[in-house]
């Protein structure tokens, strides 16, 4: 789960930055990032 939630880490930092207009990316950018904080509260890590 913690390499996931890195991936997803990553996966949204560059889907933001290249498909900053595309909503559909932002969107999904949004899910990760709320999985992101569900990783941060386990692992205790950014």
Do not use: A, N, P
Not at 31 to 46: D, K, R, Y
């Amino acid at each position: 789960m913690q390499r996931d939630c890195y991936e997803f880490r990553v996966f949204c930092k560059t889907t933001f930055h290249v498909s900053l207009k595309q909503v559909h990316s932002l969107l999904v950018c949004g899910l990760l990032i709320m999985c992101m904080e569900e990783c941060s509260l386990l692992t205790g890590q950014e």
